[in-house]
């Protein structure tokens, strides 16, 4: 894959070469993740992140990790605060943030509507989440994390358990983590939901066409030799009303006794976040946080070198990060999360 001037959509686009790519450049900015090091490579340029729905993670991490690289951050937050509220198509919408931006970052809550503005778009637009379609830099950091977290306990992606619980419809993190697990080697899929929350039947298709074994259940079961879990939230915002996400709240938790109870020793806890901690949903308990088998936070961690090497890729200065680097003069407390 040429990343250069690419857009990131789906993680359809991608190989295990280029996969391979994006996780050695990641590798290579922990230094400046860290702050031991600093970088002005993209010095000048502007990211435009634009989100038209709620988020934390995803567009602080965007945004921290286009600074970590030396360049500027414009921010468009909500729909009711830019011109798409009075009717702007997202081609026109597009075509005018492109001529602000260098590179665009782009949150949706429709399906496709990230790939309908790169589109109109004059430079590389990646998607941070459309709908309930696609999370595709969520899924490299979380297939980034499995390989860190299974490597620990000297264990590869090819072979491996993975059990992914909640909600597997509305959930677009488990679509794309799948679709990019799919090019790996005999994996077994445990898919745990309420019938009605059931994986897609297109990731279905992708995973039964690699050959992948997968099990669909609505009990939780055959999970004792799983390597991770994946738990996920009702997609309360994908529901019609939030009456109708009550009725499978609260369904599939993971707490200490459960997880003790159902699964091997050092199955690798993970979420994307957020977590819905209210105590009707309460999908992770709070009383695993210091399990050191609790991923959830070096997962998010993770994000930041991830979108680094996105925006070092698609910009064209992946090679050249270190030769832009400079000390960093304030005080910074030792990292090792990333
Ligand atoms: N994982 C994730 O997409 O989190 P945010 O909704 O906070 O961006």
Redesign the pocket.
């Known amino acids: 894959m040429n990343f250069t001037g690419a857009n990131i959509l789906s993680v359809d686009q991608f190989d295990i070469d280029s996969i391979q790519t994006i996780f050695a450049t990641a590798d290579r900015m922990q230094p400046y993740a860290r702050r031991q090091k600093r970088t002005k490579v993209l010095d000048g340029a502007i990211l435009g992140n634009l989100f038209f ?9 965007f945004g921290t990790a286009f600074n970590l690289l030396g360049g500027e951050v414009r921010e468009t937050t909500g729909m009711e605060s830019s011109a798409l509220a009075k009717g702007e198509s997202l081609y026109d919408t597009a075509r005018v943030l492109s001529s602000y931006s260098d590179v665009i970052a782009m ?1 949706h809550p429709k399906s496709g509507s990230v790939a309908e503005f790169a589109e109109g778009s004059r430079v590389p637009v990646i998607n ?2 459309d709908g309930a379609n696609e ?1 595709p830099t ?1 899924a490299l950091l979380d297939l980034y994390t499995i390989k860190q977290e299974l490597a620990y306990h000297g264990h590869t992606v090819d072979g491996m358990h993975i059990c992914m619980m909640g909600d597997l419809k509305f959930g677009r ?1 488990v679509h794309s983590l799948s679709r990019l697990l799919a090019m790996y080697k005999n994996i077994r899929f445990t898919l745990i939901s309420p019938r009605e929350l059931a994986m897609p039947d297109s990731v279905l298709e992708v995973l039964a066409q690699a050959g992948h074994q997968v099990v669909i259940t609505d009990q939780v079961s055959g999970i004792s030799d799983a390597d991770i879990v994946y738990q996920t939230r009702i997609q309360q915002e994908r529901f019609t009303t939030p009456q109708e996400a009550d009725l499978y709240r609260g369904k599939f938790r993971l707490n200490s006794e459960i997880y003790t109870k159902h699964y091997k020793p050092n199955t690798v806890i993970m979420h ?3 977590r819905d901690s209210r105590a009707e949903a309460n999908e992770l308990d709070n009383d695993l946080n210091q399990n050191p088998n609790l991923a959830i936070f070096r997962q ?1 961690d993770n ?1 930041v070198l991830i979108r680094m090497a996105l925006f070092a890729l698609t910009l064209g200065v992946a090679d050249q990060v270190d030769k832009y680097e400079c000390d960093v003069n304030w005080y910074s407390e030792k990292r090792t999360g990333y």
């Open positions: 729905e709620s988020s934390t993670r995803t567009r602080v991490s949150r941070g989440g999370h969520q993190t994307p976040l957020p998010a994000g």
